[in-house]
């Protein structure tokens, strides 16, 4: 299981960490992200673009959708959340009924 982090650095861009659950004083692996909620993904969820915690929980929600199909380590580091969808189509229907509004 991984521990998903997601912190805003303004507006609609935000850095990610998913780090490997693991016991404590065992080291885990740990990736890094930064992430831009783009137009398209907040139009196709009906999250406003000047909410905060919405925008928080869509990046979060994406995350958890990508890592249920690929491991953190092929996630591209840098990306806006609209190109989720060329890797996995139905990414945008997928999420629309999970995000939040």
Do not use: H, N, Q
């Amino acid at each position: 299981m991984s521990v998903i982090r997601v912190e805003p650095r303004g507006g609609r861009d935000f850095d990610v960490t998913v780090a490997e659950e693991t016991p404590p004083g065992v080291s885990g692996l740990s990736f890094t992200y930064r992430v831009r909620a783009d137009d398209a993904v907040l139009a196709a969820t009906g999250t406003a673009a000047d909410d905060e915690p919405a925008l928080l929980a869509l990046v979060r929600v994406s995350f958890e959708y990508l890592l249920a199909r690929e491991p953190a380590g092929s996630i591209l580091p840098s990306f806006e959340l609209s190109v989720i969808g060329r890797y996995f189509p139905t990414y945008l229907a997928d999420i629309a009924d999970r995000a939040p509004r």
